[in-house]
């Protein structure tokens, strides 16, 4: 895992992935005390970052292979982005999800053009029972959601353009705060900066509760959560930084961020409010690091990455109840 | 009135405005029938495609006339993108609003550095007493919504931008429907495309009732609507198509498209789900005549402008309580 792959992820993406605009407003300024510079991927496609792990991934197969198709277990974002990834490729994606996945997200997902596999949870054949089963009878590729180096290197493609973006405007000197699951994104950020603007650094955001990254940051190994359940900042809830991404955030990161489920429903509404775009709660954790944590931040401007807009229109609207 | 202004104006603004993305999805084009190519200008400063023409005319003043100061009569999105573009030359900005306009309007544009004059609605002082008044005593400029060659040469860097970003995407020949008030946006996009892109013709974009530009086009001199007030499209009611910018529509725009207020909070629902951006009613016409008017236009592709996101949060809950 290293820079060349992320630049090489860079050469398929182009033209494919879009290159997401910073977004500043002087209210957010005036609240976090600095300046604030978002990274909206939430108008990425498919709504989030994850397409561009997913493109890299499917662009990374040799022909044969990608033709036979991949697979994926994901109810949320990742699901998406390798779906619409493949089928731009005309290749098979099959989804694993438990049958108890809003029914919304499957039918996103099956007219992103995938095939949704799902699965008795908690009892009945378990995931890996029936994906494994399903990959080894069609020769499909698993694609994991971040423990994989070429979606890190997909990623990371984001971090290249936080580099040339935060240069166009000045900054070589700031924190880069991530919305943190596995760390798929996070790595891949923190080597692009590490190559390209070694001024930024990246730090992870994570909800209260769930925020195994910053206690492995701090012990300086991978700690897990007590739960992966119940909280509205779903997309980046995992049980533990991933075996690959880890000794990147070890080496490369700053120290985490957490941050209270009502500061990220603030930090959305605030997004609606100021910025004009859609956050969903696990992409507006490190928003609402950069506008409500200041004390924790050093330097006189803080880059955020809005990862992800996939949220339910009820949640967002109890966001705009409360703090719009 | 000329393409070697909005060029000029393109120099000015490069750096200061957003060059706001493309974006799309296949839900959208699902639902049009076609590919649906939308141009996110509620991401633009201030939440509009208005901080453009603000710039814009600003910049153009001598030193000394800009160091005096300028004027702006609007409760809206001109108010505060005249208001930020001149926060940022510290040149004085004085707005005229109503008494009876929203707190928060007033306090945003004060917050964007501006002096907000309140004049009584409908009786007291007339609102052009106390702006002349104003503007003599003080040394003002008058900033014009839309009736001002350098406000349209502003908003026409919009229609630059689409030129070039529609021929990345192999786009040459396409409506481009633009949500349309006074006209000053959507003649300053018409010059644009006339110049760089000859095969993308205009069409504005009203509410039903407030059809002032449609008529005026389909009648060849200037129409005006029945009432000003009374829509929650309330961005784009003005009273009739500019003097300076009606010759210009008429010329080069194809035929006026009209929505209902139905659709556009439609649009605006759909906006939120499938594009992750927040659009006001008035904003978001363009595309409700883009995904629910399709018989009216020909082609494979269509580009819709999404003019502002500066939208009541009651009026966006109300969207997605009826269409998300």
Redesign the interface.
């Known amino acids: 895992m290293n820079i060349d792959m992320i630049r090489a992820a860079a050469a398929r993406l182009d033209g494919h992935a879009?290159?997401?605009?910073l977004?500043?407003s002087?209210?957010l300024d005036?609240i976090a005390g600095r300046r604030v510079i978002v990274k909206?991927e939430?108008?990425q496609?498919t709504?989030s970052f994850k397409f561009r792990g997913g493109w890299s991934a499917v662009t990374a197969l040799d022909t044969e292979t990608r033709k036979r198709g991949v697979i994926a277990y994901s109810s949320g974002n990742h699901a998406q982005g390798v779906a619409?990834a493949a089928a731009q490729h005309g290749a098979p994606a099959v989804i694993i999800m438990p049958n108890d996945a809003p029914r919304l997200k499957v039918e996103?997902t099956r007219?992103?053009g995938a095939e949704v596999v799902l699965y008795d949870r908690p009892g009945g054949e378990a995931r890996e029972e029936v994906g494994n089963r399903i990959a080894s009878e069609r020769g499909l590729t698993l694609i994991k959601p971040y423990d994989d180096p070429e979606v890190i290197a997909g990623q990371g493609t984001c971090g290249l353009e936080i580099a040339a973006q935060a240069a166009e405007m000045g900054i070589d000197h700031a924190d880069v705060l991530t919305c943190c699951g596995g760390g798929g994104l996070t790595s891949g950020i923190a080597l692009a900066l590490e190559a390209d603007a070694p001024g930024l650094r990246a730090r992870p955001c994570e909800p209260e509760g769930f925020d195994d990254t910053a206690r492995s940051l701090r012990s300086g190994r991978i700690a897990r959560n007590a739960k992966t359940s119940g909280s509205l900042c779903d997309a980046i809830i995992t049980p533990a930084p991933g075996e690959i991404t880890f000794p990147i955030l070890s080496r490369l990161c700053g120290p985490g961020l957490v941050v209270t489920e009502d500061e990220a429903l603030h930090a959305i509404a605030l997004a609606?409010?100021r910025?004009?775009?859609?956050?969903e709660p696990g992409g507006a954790v490190a928003l609402a690091a950069a506008l409500f944590h200041g004390d924790e931040i050093d330097g006189d401007a803080v880059i955020a990455v809005c990862t992800g807009?996939n949220v339910d229109?009820d949640v967002?609207?109890l966001a705009?109840?409360r703090f719009?």
Chains 1, 2 share one sequence.
């Open positions: 879009r290159r997401t605009p977004l500043t002087p209210f005036d909206p939430c108008l496609h709504g619409f996103n007219a992103l609606f409010l910025l004009k775009i859609v956050v807009g229109p967002f609207k705009l109840d719009a």
